[in-house]
């Protein structure tokens, strides 16, 4: 028997960007995964098979279900009619697949990092999104070492050891930025050598309470804190930060009750 849940936030097809977040709990690790098992494609299957972590397996299911799921509410495609592809550096997609009028026209992003699994999705161009969750009580990350790392331009090491803020701060602004900057274009690592954040988006510029937003080019980039993660987004020009839905797992058990695949109603969650 399913616990009392709150509302689902409003999400409507005329929304043209959305934001979800689950964090996940323990039920994500009980009751759903004898669903997600169900509705997911082999390949998403056999991918989580071949983690070794438990927490890794259930984290990457629930990244799979929370897309199908929303994608569902989005599109108006049963959840488990829904179909993927890839570009060639490994960004999906949802395919036309017979359900031309509604799937062609959304684009996602996903990104998962400790218990948060993040989805973003937009009918206005393409998106990318990246969370990391923030140590606190782990060992912090030797950032200074990481920062020497190759994935950082000459500048981009400059505003690290020497931007506004604190090196912590800084460290996992620009990380998260530039991941979802990559995963934008699409080009994922591939890219990363030409890109140098602080010139595309003006990285100097300060952060306002813990919010952060800057233009350049064809894109727009957001930067925030939300409880111990940090969230970064990129979307087209020109568009605002969605708001951010945190869900938790009652509220995805009702989601994905609501985007159930027609033809097997009835079983899935008895
Ligand atoms: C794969 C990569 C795109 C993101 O990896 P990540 O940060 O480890 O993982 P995230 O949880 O944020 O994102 C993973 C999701 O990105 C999506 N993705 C994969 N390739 C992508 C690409 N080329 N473009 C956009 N999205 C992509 C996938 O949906 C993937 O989830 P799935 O495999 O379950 O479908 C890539 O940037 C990477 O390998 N990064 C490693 C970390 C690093 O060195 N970063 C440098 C930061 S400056």
Redesign the pocket.
Known sequence: MLPDVPEFPNIRPKTTTICVIWALGDAASEDLLRVVEKILDKPAIERSNRLFWKKDRVR?LC??LLRRALLSRLTGVPMDEILFTTNR????YLTLGGHEHSAGTWNF?????ADWVAFLATNNGQC?I?IERLPDTDPMPDLKEMSKAN??SGREKEYLMSGPGSFRLRFYQI?TL??AY??YT????AG?EQIDMVDLFNLQQPMNEGQWASEKGDATAFHRFEEDYALSVVLKRDQAMPEVHVLHDEQVFELVKGTFPRKRKSDRYA
Do not use: A, Q, T
């Open positions: 990457f990244s799979h550096y490994g960004k999906p992003n996903v990104s998962s990092s990318g990246d994935v950082f990380w530039k991941e990559l995963k699409g080009r994922g690592l990363i």
